[in-house]
T-cell receptor, first 111, second 113 residues
Framework: GQNIDQPTEMTATEGAIVQINCTYQ??????LFWYQQHAGEAPTFLSY????GLEEKGRFSSFLSRSKGYSYLLLKELQMKDSASYLC????????????FGKGTKLSVKP | DTAVSQTPKYLVTQMGNDKSIKCEQN?????MYWYKQDSKKFLKIMFS???????INETVPNRFSPKSPDKAHLNLHINSLELGDSAVYFC????????????FGPGTRLTVL
C-alpha cells in the first residue's frame, strides 16, 4: 500500500509557527498535496509539491523530500481561523493513478 | 457562483433503498471525482471520470455507480444501501487529471437507518 502517516492532533498558540509532518511510501510516488478542511466543510487546496524543496505561499509553506518520503506543512503567524484539519495526500501511479489521503491532522489554535 | 455543487446536502434513508446524489461543476474541468469521508474523517477516492475513462477504486462495492450525462455532471447512484454507507460524500473536479488541484463540492451527508 501507500501509507500516508501524519499526527492525529496538534495544538499551537495564536501568532506562533507550527509544522505538520507527513510521511509516505516512496514506491510509485509522483507528488504530494496538502488540503485544509474546516469542520463540516469541504477540503480546499493548499499546495502541491513534485520536486524536493520548500514552496512558499503567503503564511503557508510546504516542503518535500522525495528520497526520505517526507513532507511538512509550515504555518506561520497562526490565526484562530487556521484551526482546521490538514490533509496530506500522495499521488501514486501518474495522472490516472490514485490519490491517497492521510487521516488528517486536526490543528487547534489557542489564544 | 458555486464552482462545484451537490444535492442534496443531507440524505436520510432506510437500508435497502436506492438513492442518487447529483453533482455539477461550472469550472469547465475535464475530470470529476467522488470521495467518501467516513466518521473518522478518512477521505477516500471512489471514482475519477473524464470523457475518456472511468477509473474505479477497486475497494468500492459495485452497488455504487457513477453516471455522467455530460462533462459538467457526475452523479452517484447507490443501490441497496447498507448501514456502512453512512458517510459524507464529496464530489470534486480538476482541470485535467490528478496532477491538478481539486475543487470540492460542499458534501452530502448520507445517513442510512
Amino acid at each position: 500500500g501507500q501509507n500516508i502517516d501524519q499526527p492525529t492532533e496538534m495544538t499551537a498558540t495564536e501568532g506562533a509557527i507550527v509544522q505538520i509532518n507527513c510521511t509516505y511510501q516512496t514506491s510509485g510516488f509522483n507528488g504530494l498535496f496538502w488540503y485544509q478542511q474546516h469542520a463540516g466543510e469541504a477540503p480546499t487546496f493548499l499546495s502541491y509539491n513534485v520536486l524536493d524543496g520548500l514552496e512558499e505561499k503567503g503564511r503557508f509553506s510546504s516542503f518535500l523530500s522525495r528520497s526520505k518520503g517526507y513532507s511538512y506543512l509550515l504555518l506561520k503567524e497562526l490565526q484562530m481561523k487556521d484551526s482546521a484539519s490538514y490533509l496530506c495526500a500522495g499521488l501514486y501511479g501518474g495522472s490516472q493513478g490514485n490519490l491517497i489521503f492521510g487521516k488528517g491532522t486536526k490543528l487547534s489554535v489557542k489564544p | 457562483d458555486t464552482a462545484v455543487s451537490q444535492t442534496p446536502k443531507y440524505l436520510v434513508t432506510q437500508m435497502g433503498n436506492d438513492k442518487s446524489i447529483k453533482c455539477e461543476q461550472n469550472l469547465g474541468h475535464d475530470t470529476m471525482y467522488w470521495y467518501k469521508q467516513d466518521s473518522k474523517k478518512f477521505l477516500k477516492i471512489m471514482f475519477s471520470y473524464n470523457n475518456k475513462e472511468l477509473i474505479i477504486n477497486e475497494t468500492v462495492p459495485n452497488r455504487f455507480s457513477p453516471k455522467s450525462p455530460d462533462k459538467a455532471h457526475l452523479n452517484l447512484h447507490i443501490n441497496s444501501l447498507e448501514l456502512g454507507d453512512s458517510a459524507v460524500y464529496f464530489c470534486a473536479s480538476s482541470q485535467t487529471d490528478l496532477y491538478n488541484e481539486q475543487f470540492f463540492g460542499p458534501g452530502t451527508r448520507l445517513t442510512v437507518l
